[in-house]
């Protein structure tokens, strides 16, 4: 049985969210200075609300798989 298009934006916007959370969090735990990086936290944000925009805008699953897959293979 498959999941219905709003039931899988559930199942998969979070894996963008916590993905961006993570990147962030290996940013500031590596860092040299006590300060808070804007610009990355800025981008993170930015990145997660065009992909959830588009992703409701374009309704197609191919989406997700392509840009996790392009955010893991340049961040790791």
């Not at 940013?27 to 588009?54: A, D, G, P, R």
């Not at 992703?55 to 790791?76: A, M, R």
């Amino acid at each position: 049985m498959t999941l219905k298009y709003e039931m899988q934006l559930l199942d998969e916007l979070p894996m963008i969210y916590s993905c961006c959370i993570f990147v962030y969090c290996m940013f500031e735990c590596f860092k040299m200075k006590n300060s808070v990086n804007y610009h990355l936290l800025f981008i993170l944000v930015l990145f997660s609300l065009i992909v959830t925009t588009v992703y409701l805008k374009v309704k197609e699953p191919i989406f997700h798989q392509v840009i996790l897959k392009n955010y893991y293979t340049h961040d790791c």
